[in-house]
C-alpha cells in the first residue's frame, strides 16, 4: 500500500540554520506529494505541494522538489525563524484514489534564538 | 476564508458513554468530509469519508457501528463514538473540501478524547 516514511523529530535548530526534513513515500500509481504545517493549537496547513516528477513547492521560503527517481519529497528552508517551530507532516495522494491523503508521522520543528 | 472548526477542542468521558464531536465549515460550503485519528507520535490515519447526505465511507478495520458519521448539511459533520473504551482514546481531526473550486482539503484542530 501507499505509505510515507519522514525523519522522527523533534528537530531543534537555532534561528537562521539551515533546515531539512527528509520525506521518503512508496505509492502505487503516480503520486501527488504535499507539506502540511500545524502550528500549536491549530489545524493543518498546506505549506506547499508539487504533482509530478521534478516540480518544486515552494511557500514562506520554504522548498521541496519531487524526485521521483529516490522516491523523495526532502522539506528545505534556508533560514528557519523562531515562527517556523511547528509540526510539519509530508503526504501523498495517488490520482483516482477518492482524494484521500496519506500522511508521514510528522516532525517537530522548535527553532530557538 | 476556508476555515474549519471542531467542537469540543477536548472532552473526557465515562468508559461505555457515547461522545459527539462536531466538524464544520465555517466560510465555505464541503460537499466531503473526512475524519481522521491520530495516536501520538504516529501518522494521521483516514478513518471516514463523510458525504452530504449520503452514507459514510469507511476505511478497512474501522467500525462503523462504533464510529457513526452523520453529514447532514453542506457545513456540518459529526463523528459519534458510541460506547466509548480507553483504546478509543485519541486525538480526532477532521478536514473539509470545498463543494466547488480547488480540490485541497482544510483541516479543523482536532478534538482530544480522553476515556476513563
Known amino acids: 500500500g501507499d505509505s510515507v516514511t519522514q525523519m522522527e523529530g523533534p528537530v531543534t535548530l537555532s534561528e537562521e540554520a539551515f533546515l531539512t526534513i527528509n520525506c521518503t513515500y512508496t505509492?502505487?500509481?503516480?503520486?501527488?506529494l504535499f507539506w502540511y504545517v500545524q502550528y500549536p493549537g491549530e489545524g493543518l496547513q498546506l505549506l506547499l505541494k508539487a504533482t509530478k516528477a521534478d516540480d518544486k513547492g515552494s511557500n514562506k521560503g520554504f522548498e521541496a522538489t519531487y524526485r521521483k527517481e529516490t522516491t523523495s519529497f526532502h522539506l528545505e528552508k534556508g533560514s528557519v525563524q523562531v515562527s517556523d517551530s511547528a509540526v510539519y507532516f509530508c503526504a501523498l495522494r495517488v490520482t483516482g484514489g477518492g482524494n484521500k491523503l496519506t500522511f508521514g508521522t510528522g516532525t517537530q520543528l522548535k527553532v530557538e534564538l | 476564508g476556508a476555515v474549519v472548526s471542531q467542537h469540543p477542542s477536548w472532552v473526557i468521558c465515562k468508559s461505555g458513554t457515547s461522545v459527539k464531536i462536531e466538524c464544520r465549515s465555517l466560510d465555505f460550503q464541503a460537499t466531503t468530509m473526512f475524519w481522521y485519528r491520530q495516536f501520538p507520535k504516529q501518522s494521521l490515519m483516514l478513518m471516514a469519508t463523510s458525504n452530504e447526505g449520503s452514507k459514510a465511507t469507511y476505511e478497512q478495520g474501522v467500525e462503523k457501528d462504533k464510529f457513526l458519521i452523520n453529514h447532514a448539511s453542506l457545513t456540518l459533520s459529526t463523528l459519534t463514538v458510541t460506547s466509548a473504551h480507553p483504546e478509543d482514546s485519541s486525538f480526532y481531526i477532521c478536514?473539509?473540501?470545498?463543494?466547488?473550486?480547488?480540490?485541497?482539503?482544510?483541516f479543523g484542530p482536532g478534538t482530544r478524547l480522553t476515556v476513563l
Open positions: 478536514s473539509a473540501r470545498k463543494t466547488s473550486g480547488i480540490n485541497e482539503q482544510f
Open positions: 505509492a502505487t500509481g503516480y503520486p501527488s
